[in-house]
């Protein structure tokens, strides 16, 4: 087990521009999280997926936003038309249904919008 | 709507001292987690503590320690003994729990962070 995998870890792109993250989670989770975080904050909560269903999503997550976890194994998060105020570290998490300890986190896509 | 507050942007601790983090949280939730996490300049964010709302004692995890008192709303992180290595941001965060002792998994709220540096 190699831990929640991210891809890219960093990305810049310019403004307007279409751009594309992907997630690899715990195979044996069926949960997964995306996260926003913003340099100095907290993550903030964008939408999870249980297996290939979305059940939450936030006010956060824009109409430029989408995710998607087709097969409930990897999910996908596309950011259209970037906007400067995106530009943030997106985490993905995955987790068990049930359980007591934490979740797993991945080690994040840094993007720059410029 | 679950709020977590950190009052603390940063704080610092000598080498093998004692450090605590305060946490505050608000929910109308009668049943909920709470979380403590480290994350280092690296990026990745490392489980510490959990507490569920109806365990009767403070959570322990090695130099972890989560002082919680219900009736304030409060779910300090005491670290004892600091490490160099402890120099990090901490986030406190809590989740929803579907009834009373359960355990299912659901988004986390989390704080602004504390960062903590130990000086040699």
């Known amino acids: 087990d190699t831990g929640v995998s991210q891809d890219p870890r960093h990305k810049i792109t310019k403004r307007g521009q279409n751009v594309t993250f992907r997630c690899d989670p715990i195979?044996?989770?069926?949960?997964l999280y995306w996260y926003r975080q913003t340099l100095g904050q907290g993550p903030e909560f964008l939408t999870y997926?249980?297996?290939?269903?979305?059940?939450?999503k936030s006010r956060l997550l824009s109409d430029r936003f989408s995710a998607e976890r087709p097969k409930g194994s990897f999910s996908t998060l596309e950011i259209q038309r970037t906007e400067q105020g995106d530009s943030a570290m997106y985490l993905c998490?995955?987790?068990?249904?049930?359980?007591?300890?934490?979740?797993?986190f991945g080690s994040g896509t840094r993007l720059t919008v410029v | 709507a679950q709020k977590i507050t950190q009052t603390q942007p940063g704080m610092f601790v000598q080498e093998k001292e004692a450090v605590t983090l305060d946490c505050t949280y608000d929910?109308?939730?009668?049943?909920?987690?709470l979380f403590w996490y480290k994350q280092p300049s690296s990026g990745e964010m490392i489980f510490l503590i959990y507490q569920g709302s109806y365990d009767e004692q403070n959570a322990t995890e090695g130099r972890y320690s989560l002082n919680f008192q219900k009736a304030r709303k409060s779910a300090n992180l005491v670290i004892s003994a600091s490490q160099l290595g402890d120099s990090a941001m901490y986030f406190c965060a809590m989740r929803e729990e579907s009834n009373a002792g359960g355990t299912s998994y659901g988004k986390l709220t989390f704080g602004q962070g504390t960062i903590l540096t130990v000086h040699p």
């Open positions: 929910t109308s939730d009668q049943s909920y987690g």
């Open positions: 195979s044996e989770h069926n949960r």
């Open positions: 997926f249980q297996n290939e269903a979305q059940l939450e």
């Open positions: 998490a995955s987790s068990p249904t049930q359980g007591l300890r934490g979740y797993t």
